[in-house]
């Protein structure tokens, strides 16, 4: 019996790790553990996301949170040691770009077990991302590569990796998305959806930390919203830069609690346009063919800015007037699926973790 160990930290790697479990089910000679490291802990950010998508509890949770980034990598390195002495995997997959996926592959690595890596060779090209400084540090560290789009297999060739050791399997977030469509177009709402509305997500340092910037964005939004109602699903990271009576003060910007699954995926399906600075939304939202502005200087996933509905817009509020202005007046973006964004990323990636161990 072959043991592949799966470590998964935040909400984006449960929908990554989803088509994954379930295709290598179907290999007998391999058995597979689960490890949440904790960094998305609450309910609304990680239990309800195994529940939905059918992802039995985790075997381990190494209950990693909160502290620094460096204390976080630093206590998820000595607890995920053990894991490893102990379960002695025959290879470990690594989903994505958080800390998690940094301090896995260190340890995996200094133990000399095999490493592959799920949504492989993505780069931003900016360091001062941490989730590109976490991508860096598992693909220079990885084995095997699992590439969502051609562009990430060109970003490891240039890095030096040999081509044997990558493979273009597509996009295993659009298997999720694909698979479970149906269920999010059943499930109800616990709020009132607007005839047209713009859904905003943001939660990187460079929209919300400062806290005069993310009420200038807000104000914004608020004006936006009498073309647009605004649904706003607030990241806990968002939600403690700003008072309670704060919310209060807008009409047109209606504020949830983070959603589940299934709740996210329906309105991501009734949306009139997104704003987002978030990565899987933008790959999300070409999939499904709705516009989606996205609030950063750069982005790890350019597939969705050549073929899909995503405009980079910037960190700068008058930029984004100036493209929700034309959108407004209907110069609306079409894109296009990318190519293995076919919802069979899952049962690639399986065939083949079976072939090497």
């Not at 690594?94 to 340890?107: H, K, L, M, Q, R």
Request: proline fraction near 4%.
């Amino acid at each position: 019996m072959k043991t592949v160990l799966h470590v998964v930290g935040a909400r984006p790697n449960f929908m990554k790790l989803a088509p994954v479990y379930e295709a290598l089910k179907q290999y007998s000679s391999i058995q597979q553990i689960i490890v949440h490291t904790g960094q998305h802990f609450d309910y609304n950010m990680s239990d309800v996301f195994f529940e939905q998508l059918g992802i039995p509890q985790p075997d381990i949770n190494l209950d990693v949170n909160g502290g620094s980034v460096i204390s976080q990598i630093g206590n998820g390195l000595l607890k995920i040691e053990k894991v490893f002495i102990d379960n002695k995997p025959d290879i470990i997959c690594i989903y994505g770009d958080i800390n998690a996926t940094a301090f896995t592959s260190i340890a995996a690595s200094k133990l000399n077990i095999k490493i592959a890596h799920v949504e492989a060779g993505l780069r931003s090209f900016d360091l001062d991302m941490p989730e590109e400084t976490n991508r860096m540090i598992a693909d220079t560290l990885s084995d095997y590569f699992f590439t969502p789009s051609k562009d990430a297999d060109e970003n490891l060739l240039k890095e030096g990796k040999q081509a044997k050791n990558i493979f273009f399997v597509g996009n295993v977030m659009i298997d999720t998305l694909k698979k479970f469509i149906p269920k999010a177009e059943e499930t109800n709402l616990q709020f009132n959806i607007p005839a047209k509305f713009a859904l905003v997500t943001l939660h990187r340092p460079s929209n919300v930390d400062d806290k005069n910037n993310l009420i200038t964005l807000l104000n914004y939004l608020e004006a936006f919203g009498k073309n647009y109602k605004i649904i706003f699903p607030i990241h806990p990271r968002t939600k403690a830069k700003l008072s309670e009576d704060f919310f209060a003060n807008f009409n047109n910007i209606i504020f949830v609690n983070p959603l589940s699954y299934f709740e996210f995926v329906k309105l991501q399906m009734k949306a009139s346009l997104i704003i987002t600075d978030s990565g899987g939304i933008q790959e999300e939202s070409t999939y499904l063919g709705i516009p989606c502005f996205t609030l950063r200087n750069n982005t790890e996933r350019p597939i969705t800015i050549f073929e899909g509905t995503n405009t980079l817009v910037g960190a700068d509020i008058e930029k984004l007037k100036m493209h929700l202005n034309a959108f407004i007046n209907g110069e609306i973006k079409k894109g296009k699926v990318p190519e293995l964004w076919d919802g069979n990323a899952g049962k690639r990636i399986a065939e083949i973790i079976n072939g090497l161990i």
